[in-house]
């Protein structure tokens, strides 16, 4: 007779060690498998045949729809692993005055132009629809110089008075920015306009509401991330670029010397920049710069000395420093021909920075030096200029 207590024991004793021999089982049968890697494979791939066309049949030429544009010689310079110690540049983050406002108008003297922050191929379509939705045709448009001209038009207000207008986008000083300037001119009915186009608009008014409409209208469609694959090469070259002048870094502006000037002195006071003092005539700024990276890093504070009031305000003026600049060869070469420069020991506990404009053909570049007029820090100097860079308007 059997027991049947016992025999449930022994069930319930077996069936572990049957799970235990099927996993074993399954983790054997598994560890035989073995998968390929082929995730270096691409690099033993060869070239491939072209397609060779029969007799009698053409090929025409295919042109990519995304084409990768040229990295320029001195963009890519800017960041050197050899002078920057394999450092990969940290993003450019967007300026805190761009996040607040995506359209603004900006004036320099009597000129007003229209700024985005955004690219020139989402830009350019927005413009078109704009002036269709108003009723005003296009007479030429020019992608490759950005420009948009529009045919003759008469307002209400006006009779008798045609009106045509000339809008020109570029691309602007920060990376991903865009500036939309226009110029206007007029004829009465029947009479044509100036054979050549005027450097300032016939009536400002007129230049006025066409800026102010446009930015109004752009203002409510600049989220539309829609852009144009033609846009892409609207407003020619960038306007401010980092390059390495030899192995010093410095900042190129394709601008005129009013606005270079006013743009370089409104960054100077932006993001870390203190301006101290400054001379239009001998073209250079005396300024503080507070790294906020450097200042949220405690790692760095606990080894960094740094006077508290270096960060607020200095004994000198810019007269004062330039009349004490280092007598070196390199000092002399970027300082000897201003106004007032002069060469010899330095100033009790003067610090800072100088921050030098210069002509170089049609563009000016922009060069940070210390306070002796000398070379600083390449990292610095970089940090600095990358700066200055995001604050341009």
């Known amino acids: 007779m059997i027991n049947k207590t016992s025999f449930s024991s022994a069930a319930a004793i077996s069936s572990p060690i049957r799970i235990c021999v099927v996993a074993t089982l399954l983790s054997t049968l598994l560890s035989g498998c073995i998968f390929r890697d082929r995730s270096q494979e691409y690099q033993q791939a060869g070239s491939i045949k072209p397609i060779s066309m029969p007799e009698g049949v053409t090929s025409i030429p295919l042109e990519p729809l995304y084409p990768i544009p040229e990295v320029r010689e001195q963009q890519s310079a800017f960041y050197d692993i050899r002078t920057d110690g394999f450092v990969v540049p940290r993003p450019e983050q967007m300026s805190a005055e761009g996040e607040k406002a995506k359209v603004k108008i900006q004036k320099v003297g009597e000129r007003r132009w229209i700024l985005l922050d955004a690219s020139t191929s989402q830009v350019w ?28 038009v008469e307002f209400k207000s006006e009779p008798g008075i045609r009106n045509q207008f000339r809008i020109h986008i570029e691309k602007g000083l920060r990376a991903e920015s865009t500036e939309i300037h226009v110029s206007q001119i007029h004829a009465s009915s029947g009479a044509s306009g100036p054979a050549v186009w005027p450097e300032k608009s016939m009536n400002l008014e007129r230049e006025n509401w066409m800026i102010e409409e446009l930015a109004n209208t ?43 000037w006013a743009t370089l002195a409104h960054a100077l006071t932006r993001e870390g920049f203190i301006h101290w003092d400054e001379s239009s005539d001998q073209r250079v700024f005396y300024a503080q710069f507070i790294d ?12 960094t000395f740094e006077p508290a009031d270096r960060s607020e305000e200095t004994p000198y003026k810019l007269a004062d420093v330039l009349s004490h600049l280092a007598a070196s060869p390199d000092t002399r070469a970027l300082f000897g021909d201003l106004p007032g420069a002069a060469f010899g020991e330095p100033l009790e506990d003067a610090y800072g920075y100088l921050v030098i404009l210069y002509p170089e053909g049609e563009n000016f570049v922009v060069k940070v030096r210390s306070v002796r007029g000398e070379r600083i820090d390449l990292a610095d100097n970089k940090r600095m200029l990358a700066v200055i860079r995001r604050n341009l308007i």
């Not at 980092?242 to 410095?250: C, I, K, N, Q, S």
């Open 218 to 260: 752009l203002a409510g469609d600049i989220e539309n991330k829609a852009a144009s694959l033609l846009g892409q090469s609207v407003g020619g070259d960038i306007k401010a670029e980092l390059f390495m002048d030899g192995t010093e870094p410095a900042l190129r502006l394709r601008l005129q010397h009013s606005r270079a």
């Open 292 to 303: 906020e990276m450097k200042k949220r890093n405690w790692f760095i504070r606990m080894f």
């Open 125 to 152: 379509p927005l413009t078109q629809s704009f002036l269709s939705r108003i009723g005003i045709n296009v007479a030429q448009s020019v992608p490759a110089t950005g420009l948009i001209q529009t045919d003759w």
